[in-house]
């Protein structure tokens, strides 16, 4: 799926590439903003350093090619690791391939280069020990919990979903011990070393304990939840929405129906429920929650066990990364049409356009465009995907100026611009044109640039 249908046209992944150079260049993680226009430094921790490094490395060595192998790979690593889940819940083969294709169908939107990936990877990871410490009681593999936090502190600011599943086991085994309507093997004293191990893990990073004031942050105030689409809530206009709510319904209903007091899964449900449908791009989470109730609860075919032998498990990996690899010029993917992809959402052709004339700045963008234009351009911008630290106030102040509204002048990073470059048929555009002030210096199907006039 991420082969097929490979673009790098994400607006947010520039900026990602642009603060991977930045730490590579300087040795350290930024505390402070350094690609945007402002007065004073604004406070920003580069939370996803290490995806930001290491899909910075993919740029270089393969182009735009890199950014859809990162893609691919980690989308067929949470493959891999769903479908483990869910055979190890589920005895039934076929229910158990066809919930692992449902779940990744479902999350399809979500197949783009960002570092949210490493946080569907790890909470799979997670969720899967922890239910496995839950109905054997065999702890061995919780001591992976804190390598695994370790490195998902360092890639995605979403760690802090993985302590959902550990706290509700914990909480669940110690309510075991007094009530017997409670079923877990689970034992509170392991699960509570997992639980610290797990929390000084995430401390391992640059930031220190710092980062949990970032995850405040990030939380209280996420930016733009009312005009950015990846943060608002599911619209109900495709397929994959529909689904999002089937596998919750579903995983209701079997709960519904168990025999046992399932608090874990219940608390599991809640939660995936309410992040899930308030933001789109966390989807992801009510999907593997509805996928590991669902593999648990509901009864497979006992006769149609298949096992799958250890000494072909090699095999299958070679053949599966031969499968992707070989995809690529199958599907005719390459650097070339890439890029033409690009250029048709980004203003490519603009950017050429004002580096070839050295238009003086200062810069005045939109929001779609300004991550680009971080990597691009290597111009302060007005303002890019960062939204929650731009906060809602200078989002909705962008958002208002690029519509044109009555008091658009009032704007003081456009007072203060020397070139303005946005989308060909925003409002703003058609103001500027009939603007003394500006002259039209470059136009495409796609975007318009202007600079101040002397």
């Not at 009312?226 to 994959?240: G, Y």
């Not at 608390?267 to 933001?279: C, D, H, T």
Request: hydrophobic share 55%; aromatic share 12%.
């Amino acid at each position: 799926m991420c082969i097929h249908g490979a673009c790098a046209n994400d607006p947010d992944i520039w900026w990602h590439l642009r603060t991977g150079e930045w730490i590579l260049n300087h040795h350290a993680v930024p505390h402070f903003d350094p690609f945007s226009r402002s007065s004073a430094p604004r406070p920003w921790a580069a939370y996803s350093w290490l995806f930001e490094v290491v899909v910075l490395g993919l740029f270089r060595r393969l182009g735009l090619m890199g950014l859809v192998a990162y893609s691919a790979a980690m989308v067929l690593a949470i493959t891999v690791a769903l479908h483990y889940l869910i055979r190890r819940l589920q005895a039934d083969f076929s229910f158990a391939v066809l919930l692992t294709f449902a779940a990744s169908f479902t999350m399809m939107r979500l197949y783009t280069p960002r570092p949210w990936l490493f946080s569907v990877l790890f909470f799979v990871l997670v969720l899967d020990i922890v239910m496995q410490a839950r109905l054997s009681g065999r702890n061995r593999e919780l001591a992976w919990l804190p390598l695994i936090f370790a490195l998902w502190a360092n890639t995605h600011i979403q760690f802090v979903a993985g302590f959902l599943p550990l706290a509700l086991a914990l909480g669940e085994s110690m309510l075991a011990r007094r009530w017997t309507a409670v079923a877990t093997r689970a034992r509170p004293a392991w699960l509570g070393l997992a639980l610290l191990g797990s929390l000084l893990g995430t401390l391992l990073n640059p930031y220190g304990w710092h980062i949990y004031r970032v995850v405040y942050e990030v939380g209280a105030h996420p930016g733009g939840m009312d005009k950015i689409s990846e943060l608002q809530a599911l619209p109900f206009r495709s397929l994959t929405d529909y689904l999002v709510l089937l596998f919750a319904m579903g995983s209701a209903a079997v709960l519904a129906r168990a025999k046992r007091l399932p608090l874990f899964e219940a608390g599991l449900l809640a939660f995936g429920v309410y992040i899930s449908f308030r933001s789109q791009r966390d989807l992801w989470l009510m999907v593997i929650v509805g996928a590991a109730i669902l593999a648990r609860e509901i009864p497979g075919r006992e006769k149609n066990r298949r096992r799958v032998s250890t000494a072909v498990l090699p095999f299958l990996a070679a053949l599966t990364a031969l499968a992707v690899v070989a995809g690529f010029p199958l599907m005719r993917v390459n650097d070339a049409a890439l890029g033409e992809t690009l250029a048709e959402t980004m203003p490519v052709a603009a950017v050429v356009d004002i580096q070839a004339h050295h238009y003086p700045g200062p810069l005045f963008n939109d929001f779609n465009w300004g991550g680009y234009l971080v990597w691009a351009l290597r111009m302060p911008v007005a303002i890019d995907g960062r939204g929650a630290m731009y906060g809602d106030e200078a989002i909705d102040r962008s958002v208002a100026t690029w519509n044109a509204e009555p008091d658009w002048a009032a704007d003081t990073q456009l007072a203060s611009a020397g070139v303005v470059i946005g989308p060909v048929k925003a409002p703003l555009t058609q103001v500027l044109r009939l603007d003394p002030r500006w002259k039209l210096a470059y136009e495409d199907k796609l975007a318009a640039v202007f600079v101040r006039r002397k």
